[in-house]
C-alpha cells in the first residue's frame, strides 16, 4: 500500500504545478456577444466590451485581442483572429468565419496597455448551417447583471448594455 | 505465409516473459496522463489530451491499425496491468457464468458505450473520458480478480470487441505451423499455460514425417499462462477473441505458434471460421448500423428526428426537462436504429433466403461449425430436413444468417473509417498545439512557449476522398463476398440470395452515402426542446 501512497506524491506536485491551478480575481470585465445574434456558418463579427470593475471604466488601448473559436468537439482546427486597433467605449469589433455548425466556445486573451493579460471565454452554441437556430435562444434563462460574479449560463451572453447603432425605433 | 515472429527483434519480443509489458507500459502512461489531465486540466474539449488524444488520434489510428496489422491495440491494452496484478491477488476459483458465456453482454456494452457518447457528449467532456478510463481499469480488474478467464476482454469489452471484429481484415493471424506437432503435444500449453507452483519437467515424444524426437517441457512458477480467451492455437480460424497477447506462442514448448500473414480479410470466405450463433452473426451485422447510427448522430437531421419525436410522443407537452426528453428520445433512437433494424433485417433477409429456395433442402445448414463444404456426406439429405441442431426452420435461418454475417465486416469497417477518418484528419496536428498546452500549463517550454493553434488538419477536400474510398472500397468488398458466400451455399440457387443479401448492403451503403455526402458534419451538444 505505501508503494501506491509514494505514487501520490509526483501526481501532487504535478497538479501542484499547473498553471492553470493557480486562481486569481481580476479587476478587468470582458464580455461578448456575436453579431448577428445568433450566427449561422459563414461569417459574423464577436464584439467584445473590456472594462475595468469597479465603475465599468471602458478600456480603450488594449494593445491585442486574440479570439480562439473552437468547436466543443476535440480536434476540430480553431478559428483564430485578433484585432490590435483601438477600442470605442471599450468596444472592440472582430470578424471571424464559422466554418462548421455545431457549438463553438470562445477564447478571448486580450493583452492590456500595460501588458497585463485578461482572459474570457464564452460559448456560442447552437450554429446551423443556413438558418439561425432560434432554440438556442431559449437557453437563455439568466441574463446577467455587470455586477454579478457567478458564471453565466446563457448561449449567447449578453452581460453588457446592447450597443446603441443609432436606430430610431 | 510468414512468420513476422521470426523477424528480428520480434522474436526475442514475442518470446521474452515482459515483451508485451513493455508495449503495456507507454500506453498505460499515456492512459494515467490522459486521466490525470482529463480531471486537472482544461475542461474545453480542444484543449485537453484526454478528449483529443481518446476521440481523435486514438479512435482514428486504431481502426487503421487494425486493417493493415491487426489487433494490436488489445496486445498492448493498459488495461491488462491490473487484470495481471488481479490475477495474483485472487483465487480464480470461478468460471465465467455459463449463460453469459457469449457476446451479448459485449454487444450491450458496445451499445452502452455509443449511447452514452452520444447523450453524454463524451467528445466534448475530458473529465467524463477520464472516468470511462478508470471504468475501464476498474472493470478489468474486477473481473479477472473474480474469473478464472479473461472474462472482460472475452465477454465485455467493447473496445476489445470492436477490434476482435474488425480484425478479421487484418493480413495477420495466429496459427500453428505444423499440425501433426499439436497433435503429439501432451500439454496443450498453449491454452493450459506453462505455469506451475512447483517446477516439473515431462518429456514429449514429437512425430513429425515419420521421424520423432523427445522434447522437454518445463512447467514452473515462471511460466507463462495459456490463453485468456481460451482460444485453441490449432483450431484457430480468424482473429475473433484474439487479443494478440502472444502467450500461447510463450506457452509453446515446441515453438510451433507464429503470428503469421495471410491476405486481407482471408476468414470471411471461410466458412468454417465463425460460428452460426444469434450474438455473433448480430453483432457482425450490427456493427455496420452502429456505424451509421453513430454518424447519423452528428448530422444536423438527427435533431429534427429528435423533435419530432418528442412532439409526436407528447414528451414536450409533459414539462419535463430537455435532459430527460432527450435521453427518452435518444433511447428509442438507438432501440431502433441499434436493435430493432439490424436484428429485424438480417432476421428478415434469412427469413427470405430461405423461402426463395425452391426446395428445402439447400446446403446450407450444414456449412459451420467446423464444416465445410468439402465435408458433406452422404448423410447430408437427412441432416438438412431437420436442421443441423434439429431444430428446423430456426436452424437453418440462424445458419443462413451466420454464413452472410461475415459479409457486413467490410462495409462496417468502411463507414467507421469513413467516420474516424474524418475526425483524424480534420484534427491530425492538434495534438500539437494540445501538447503545447499541457506542458506550457508545467512551466515545460522546449516545444515552444505558444501552443500553435493553427495546426490543424488536412483539407476537407482529401478527406471527402478518403472517405469515398473507404465507403466503397467496404462496399465492393461486402457485395463480392455476399455473392461469393451466395455460390457457395446455393450453387445454381445463388441469384436471390445474392439479391436479398446485397439489398441489404446497398441499403446500408445509401444511408451511409447520404449521411456523409448529402450532410455537413454538426459537432453540436445542444438539444432543446420547444
Known amino acids: 500500500m505505501r508503494k501506491f501512497l509514494w505514487l501520490l506524491i509526483p501526481i501532487l506536485i504535478l497538479v501542484g504545478c499547473r498553471n492553470s491551478a493557480e486562481t486569481n480575481s481580476s479587476p478587468y470585465r470582458v464580455s461578448m456577444y456575436t453579431e448577428p445574434i445568433l450566427p449561422i456558418v459563414g461569417d459574423a463579427v464577436v464584439v467584445i466590451r473590456i472594462s475595468k470593475a469597479p465603475d465599468n471604466t471602458p478600456i480603450n488601448d488594449v494593445q491585442k485581442i486574440a479570439i480562439k473559436a473552437d468547436m466543443t468537439h476535440a480536434g476540430m482546427t480553431p478559428v483564430l483572429a485578433e484585432t490590435t486597433s483601438g477600442g470605442e467605449d471599450g468596444y472592440y469589433r472582430i470578424p471571424i468565419t464559422f466554418t462548421m455548425a455545431g457549438d463553438w466556445v470562445i477564447s478571448i486573451t486580450a493583452t492590456l496597455a500595460d501588458g497585463t493579460i485578461v482572459t474570457h471565454s464564452a460559448s456560442v452554441a447552437g450554429i446551423a448551417e443556413y438558418v439561425p437556430n432560434f432554440d438556442a435562444i431559449e437557453d437563455c434563462t439568466t441574463i446577467l447583471d455587470e455586477n454579478s460574479t457567478a458564471e453565466p449560463d446563457c448561449i449567447v451572453e449578453v452581460t453588457e448594455p446592447p450597443l446603441d447603432f443609432g436606430i430610431a425605433p | ?530
Not at chain 2, 493 to 508: F, K
Request: with cysteine; hydrophobic share 50%; proline share 5%.
Open chain 2, 1 to 530: 505465409m510468414t512468420d513476422l515472429l521470426e523477424l528480428p527483434f520480434f522474436k526475442q519480443m514475442a518470446r521474452w516473459r515482459y515483451g508485451r509489458l513493455l508495449l503495456q507500459i507507454p500506453f498505460t502512461l499515456i492512459a494515467l496522463l490522459l486521466i490525470y489531465d482529463g480531471f486537472t486540466g482544461s475542461q474545453h474539449a480542444p484543449e485537453n489530451l484526454a478528449t483529443v488524444g481518446v476521440w481523435v488520434h486514438y479512435r482514428g489510428i486504431l481502426i487503421l491499425i487494425l486493417l493493415f496489422t491487426g489487433n494490436l491495440f488489445c496486445m498492448g491494452c493498459p488495461f491488462t496491468i491490473p487484470r495481471t496484478l488481479a490475477k495474483r491477488l485472487s483465487k480464480r476459483g470461478k468460471r465465467f457464468p455459463r449463460i453469459l458465456r457469449n457476446k451479448s453482454l459485449a454487444i450491450f456494452s458496445l451499445l452502452a458505450l455509443f449511447f452514452t457518447y452520444e447523450y453524454l457528449d463524451m467528445w466534448a467532456n475530458p473529465a467524463l473520458t477520464a472516468w470511462v478510463i478508470i471504468a475501464y481499469f476498474g472493470l478489468s480488474f474486477a473481473l479477472e480478480a473474480l474469473f478464472t478467464e479473461s472474462a472482460f476482454c472475452k465477454y465485455i469489452c467493447p473496445l476489445g470487441t470492436f477490434n476482435f471484429v474488425y480484425s478479421a481484415l487484418a493480413p495477420t493471424q495466429i496459427r500453428v505451423k505444423n499440425r501433426d506437432v499439436c497433435r503429439d503435444c501432451v500439454g496443450k500449453e498453449c491454452i493450459n499455460g506453462s505455469y506451475a507452483p512447483q517446477t516439473l519437467i515431462r518429456l514429449d515424444t514429437i512425430t513429425v514425417n515419420g521421424e520423432s524426437a523427445q522434447k522437454q517441457v518445463i512447467h514452473s512458477p515462471k511460466g507463462t499462462l495459456g490463453c485468456g480467451t481460451e482460444l485453441f492455437a490449432p483450431q484457430i480460424k480468424s482473429n475473433l477473441d484474439c487479443t494478440l497477447c502472444l502467450d500461447c506462442v510463450r506457452a509453446c514448448p515446441h515453438d510451433n505458434i507464429g503470428w503469421m500473414t495471410r491476405r486481407f480479410g482471408a476468414e470471411l470466405s471461410d466458412p468454417s471460421a465463425w460460428s452460426k450463433r444469434w450474438d455473433i452473426s448480430f453483432l457482425l451485422i450490427g456493427l455496420a448500423f452502429w456505424g451509421l447510427l453513430n454518424a447519423f448522430g452528428m448530422i444536423p437531421p438527427v435533431y429534427d428526428l429528435m423533435q419530432s419525436l418528442a412532439d409526436g410522443l407528447g414528451l414536450t407537452a409533459l414539462g419535463w426537462s430537455d435532459e430527460m426528453v432527450e435521453l427518452v428520445v435518444f433511447g428509442i433512437i438507438f432501440a431502433v436504429g441499434g436493435v430493432i433494424l439490424p436484428s429485424g433485417s438480417m432476421v428478415l433477409a434469412g427469413f427470405l433466403t430461405k423461402m426463395s429456395q425452391p426446395h428445402p433442402l439447400t446446403p446450407s445448414p450444414l456449412h459451420g461449425e467446423g464444416e465445410s463444404s468439402a465435408e458433406k456426406t452422404n448423410f447430408t439429405p437427412f441432416l438438412h430436413s431437420v436442421g443441423k441442431g434439429g431444430r428446423g426452420d430456426r436452424g437453418r435461418i440462424r445458419q443462413t444468417i451466420g454464413n452472410f454475417a461475415p459479409a457486413f465486416i467490410p462495409i462496417g469497417f468502411g463507414i467507421w473509417l469513413a467516420h474516424y477518418a474524418f475526425h483524424l484528419l480534420s484534427g491530425l496536428f492538434t495534438i500539437v498545439p494540445t501538447v503545447q498546452f499541457f506542458l506550457i500549463d508545467h512551466n515545460i517550454t522546449f516545444l515552444g512557449d505558444t501552443p500553435n493553434w493553427s495546426l490543424g488538419g488536412v483539407d476537407f477536400a482529401v478527406i471527402g476522398v478518403v472517405q469515398l474510398v473507404a465507403l466503397m472500397g467496404g462496399f465492393i468488398w461486402s457485395l463480392a463476398l455476399v455473392q461469393h458466400i451466395s455460390l457457395r451455399e446455393f450453387r445454381r440457387d445463388a441469384m436471390l440470395p445474392t439479391l436479398i443479401w446485397g439489398s441489404l448492403v446497398v441499403l446500408l451503403m445509401l444511408v451511409a452515402v447520404w449521411i456523409f455526402a448529402f450532410n455537413d458534419m454538426e459537432m453540436r451538444g445542444t438539444v432543446l426542446f420547444h
